[in-house]
């Protein structure tokens, strides 16, 4: 870098202080554009983490207390051995809509505003309305005696999160959306009378699309002036990744109680996508004094970045007992194997920042095209959950569940685009019978998180050496008061066809 040139640009920048347009700026007006790629995808990388934990509107009815019980075609997602409750042809089809409030007031700094006055900032909620998820599949016994044979769509629900866009969390998030999905068939075996065994076989979906600010401002600059922000968007997909579960269920013919467990391996999403800079609004590219703009074209594109992304191990296990055959009460145990995600890597980058001709610094068009290393520092995770499920005549059941969650995002890390923690939750709904073969399911859930008061986050800005163009951390923008809720609200049908098969007790007594 041409030190002789910077001396010059730092003197026209001292103007362009002067004028009124900038109240503090550093040294250059250079900034590394590894910068922007990298505060970008730490909070992709992040957002790829996180969903809630239950699928199915009979499941979460009961707390998703349902490893050992279920008896639709959510068993594919929970434990698929729990198929073998289903003992003629059903056809399933529901959705869910899900919603998580969120409210955070971030920490004001006083006297760090422009100006030297106190840099206060409005709380934000999440604006995004609630969304809708579908889960639908088919099941029957293709003529066996033990076993069920189903096909599916299930989908772990994770909400919409969508923010002020010139709100104080501008830094970390302004709009994400993430969906995953598996479809394929499952299979569950009576092995004796007392043991059966279930897998599942699914073809994985994955995409996540993130939008966010970034300031182009340094480390220790403590403004937050919108003329140096740029706007990002990343768009990632992984249209075919293989995954599968598997479980087993033990229960005597007469069906008095039940133990069970299951087990999903790690899955991992290899992304491809798209990554956008738009330097529209920014006062590299807006000014009009000649020696400060740098920006040629105000829309910087890469078509092809690469990031792995892998979901974590979970086990599941639940024990049920049945009082008397209209009374069903389970209590399960779910752990999921967060800590494995330790570090993410973007790979094959190749943006080009086009600048002036005449630029003074830089004097070349900016290539970002280096591998980049993500932090993530997840942590294990378990929740306990208890439901239970009646039947008050022949026309309806009902369900009503409860859960304690632990975090798999540890505190520090927190940010509005990554909303975990500590929860309870409870679940209600039914079932109604309205003919022999048409059941009408309803339910609803909600999740309570602790309030948080954050005054250790590690979550900053990222910023850069104006000179050395070296990536280093920013401001702390995730200190602050953060609070939090999930709404779920679902409804669906079950369609029975075919004849019954004989149950495992009359089997037994042959």
């Known amino acids: 870098m041409n030190l002789n040139r910077l001396t010059t640009l730092d003197a026209n920048i001292a103007n362009f202080q002067s004028s009124g347009n900038c109240t503090q700026i550093t040294e250059t007006g250079y900034y590394s554009p590894m910068l922007f790629l990298y505060s970008l995808l730490i ?10 934990s239950d699928v199915g509107v009979r499941s979460f009815a009961r707390g998703g207390a349902v ?13 698929p051995a729990a198929l073998i409750n289903i003992d003629q042809g059903q056809i399933m089809v529901e959705g869910a809509a899900i919603r998580q409030n969120v409210w ?9 505003a422009p100006g030297g006055e106190d840099l206060i900032t409005e709380p934000i909620t999440n604006e995004a309305p609630p969304f809708v998820i579908p889960h639908f599949g088919v099941a029957h016994p293709l003529g066996t005696q033990n076993s069920t044979f189903a096909f599916g769509l299930t989908t772990p629900y994770a909400p919409d999160l969508s923010y002020p866009p010139e709100g104080a969390q501008r830094y970390s998030l302004i709009d994400i959306s993430l969906i995953q999905t598996a479809v394929g068939p499952s299979v569950a075996h009576r092995i004796t009378p007392w043991l059966t065994l279930g897998a599942s076989a699914y073809w994985s979906l994955l995409w996540v699309e993130q939008d966010l600010k970034l300031s182009l401002l340094p480390p220790g600059t403590p403004l937050e002036n919108p003329d140096y ?33 299951a087990v999903t391996p790690s899955v991992t999403f290899s992304t491809t996508g798209t990554l956008t800079a738009d330097f529209t609004n920014n006062v590299y590219y807006t000014t009009e004094n000649a020696l400060l703009r740098v920006i040629e074209t105000p829309v910087a594109v890469d078509n092809d970045i690469k990031l ?9 296990s639940g024990v049920l007992v049945r009082p008397k055959p209209t009374l069903e009460i389970e209590v399960d145990f779910i752990w999921e194997k967060w800590d494995s995600i330790d570090e993410l890597i973007i790979t094959d980058l190749d943006m080009t920042i086009e600048v002036l001709e005449d630029a003074i610094v830089p004097e070349e068009d900016i290539l970002l095209n280096e591998p980049v290393p993500l932090p993530a520092g997840f942590q294990n995770a378990y929740s306990i959950r208890a439901g239970v499920e009646s039947d008050v005549n022949d ?11 632990t975090s798999a995002i540890p505190t520090k890390k927190l940010s509005v685009n990554l909303v975990d923690g500590t929860k309870f939750g409870y679940g209600v709904g039914g079932t109604w ?17 602790k309030p948080m008061e954050i005054r250790d986050s590690e979550v900053t800005q990222v910023a850069v050496d104006p000179i050395e163009g070296s ?3 920013g401001r702390v923008i995730g200190d602050g008061d953060l609070e939090s809720s999930l709404l779920l609200i679902g409804a669906g049908i079950n369609w029975h066809f075919g004849n019954p098969r004989a149950s495992a007790n009359e089997v037994s007594n042959l």
């Open 43 to 52: 909070s992709g990388a992040d957002a790829a983490g996180f969903y809630f």
């Open 104 to 112: 955070f007031d971030r920490l004001d700094y006083p006297g760090e």
């Open 433 to 449: 019978h309205s003919t022999e073969a048409l059941d009408i399911d309803f339910g609803l859930a909600q999740n309570f998180f």
């Open 67 to 79: 490893v050992a019980g279920s008896d639709d075609l959510s068993a594919m997602y929970y434990n």
């Open 471 to 473: 990536v280093g951390a």
């Open 229 to 261: 922000d740029v706007a990002f968007n990343a768009s990632l997909m992984d249209k075919a990744s293989f995954s599968y579960n598997a479980g087993f269920i033990i229960e005597p013919p007469n069906k008095t109680f039940a133990i069970a467990a």
């Open 395 to 405: 026309r309806l059941t009902l369900r009503l569940g409860g859960l304690y969650e």
């Open 308 to 316: 792995e992304v892998s979901m974590p191990t979970v086990f599941r």
